[in-house]
């Protein structure tokens, strides 16, 4: 599996049902493979840094990724789509109130948002 990524891989989670695996890299990218053939069905590209978490949702049709370049994206995986939401952490209160499954992805932005303060502290 880590040969579809250029470096060190630094999350993998398996979907709900198990069929898909998401593996994060700190090439920038997320990938999905077949559990079953272990074959690569998708590279998701829309991180400007390494990706450090990946995380579905209960019902696997969304993923999250938290990046270090300070940004938590949504990928609609129901529909097979590259595009993604763009979102800063302000919408995980009213999000969570509604879907409070998605626990994960508070820690992830909040975990993303410690180390944009802690860099920009160091400069």
């Known amino acids: 599996m880590s040969s579809g990524h250029n470096n060190q891989l630094t999350s ?3 979907s709900p049902d198990g069929k898909l695996l998401a593996s994060a890299s ?3 990218r997320i990938k999905l493979w077949d559990v079953t053939t272990g074959k690569e069905l998708q590279t998701l590209i829309g991180h400007r840094h390494w990706v450090n978490s990946v995380s579905f ?3 696997g049709k969304l993923l999250a990724s938290a990046g270090s370049d300070n940004t938590v994206k949504l990928w609609n995986l129901e ?3 590259d ?5 800063g952490c302000n919408w995980l209160d009213d999000y969570l109130a509604t879907h409070p499954e998605m ?3 508070e820690s992830a932005c909040q975990s993303a948002l ?4 802690s860099h920009s502290h160091h400069e």
């Open 114 to 117: 410690e180390k944009r303060y």
């Open 103 to 105: 626990e994960e992805l």
């Open 12 to 14: 993998i989670k398996f």
């Open 57 to 59: 949702s209960p019902d």
């Open 26 to 28: 700190l090439d920038s």
């Open 79 to 81: 529909l097979d789509l």
């Open 83 to 87: 595009n993604l939401m763009r979102l």
